[in-house]
């Protein structure tokens, strides 16, 4: 089993940053392909980003402006958002799969609770 818990979301103005958290319990740890994703209100649930291994994808939104990294020794995968703006604002969820694919996104094993991102003026 993963346990898997997001921090770091807030209120931020356009323009600025955050660095989300996802600390991860369970075994191999370095060995499963992490994701982040985003609902917005209203809206479905979409792709953010993922890495596995040292292999990182985005989607073509959020190339550019998101980065993800992972520390194995720390077990926690992190989004690094900059350039936010008002479309950003979502619940963002970290995921893990076991199975090695980043897509599609109920091939996603773990589910954290997601942390709140409101980027407002």
């Known amino acids: 089993q993963v346990q898997l818990v997001e921090s770091g979301g807030g209120l931020v103005q356009p323009g600025d940053s955050l660095r989300l958290s996802c600390a991860a319990s369970?075994?191999?740890?370095?060995?499963?392909?992490m994701g982040w994703f985003r609902q917005a209100p209203g809206k479905e649930r979409e792709f953010v980003a993922a890495?596995?291994?040292?292999?990182?994808y985005y989607a073509s939104t959020m190339k550019g402006r998101f980065t993800i990294s992972r520390d194995n020794a720390k077990n926690t995968v992190y989004l690094q958002m900059n350039s936010l703006n008002p479309e950003d604002t979502a619940v963002y969820y970290c995921?893990?799969?076991?199975?090695?694919?980043?897509?599609?996104?109920?091939?996603?094993?773990?589910w954290g609770q997601g942390t709140q991102v409101t980027v407002s003026s």
């Open positions: 995921a893990a799969n076991r199975y090695g694919k980043i897509l599609p996104m109920t091939g996603y094993d773990y």
């Open positions: 369970g075994r191999s740890f370095n060995y499963y392909t």
């Open positions: 890495m596995s291994g040292s292999n990182t």
